[in-house]
């Protein structure tokens, strides 16, 4: 874990020029409500729309039935913009 945190840490961020859907769970109330407004820190990476899903469950669990429904169904919605 210890690695991972000195990783973590020595990262440089690049602005990312694209868009980016970004799933957010509702259950994690570990996060301010100012961090969660500001796109969970994206806001200062990406420069292009962030489209936010919130999705029920914590950051997990979104990933299990019966939350993972909301992100196959937001996918489905999102992705055919984008690829044509």
């Known amino acids: ?3 991972n945190n000195q990783s973590g840490s020595a990262y440089q961020h ?8 970004l799933f957010r769970a509702t259950d994690d109330l570990f996060y301010g409500e100012d961090y ?3 796109a969970l820190g994206w806001r200062s990476v ?3 729309e ?3 899903i919130n999705v029920t469950g914590d ?5 299990q039935d019966p ?4 992100i196959a169904q937001a996918l489905q919605v999102h992705l055919p913009q984008k690829l044509s």
């Open 1 to 3: 874990m210890e690695q």
């Open 14 to 21: 690049q602005p990312y020029d694209g868009d980016l859907l």
């Open 36 to 38: 969660r407004r500001s």
């Open 46 to 48: 990406v420069l292009g």
């Open 50 to 52: 962030i489209t936010v």
């Open 59 to 63: 950051h997990m669990g979104m990933l």
């Open 67 to 70: 939350h993972v429904a909301a």
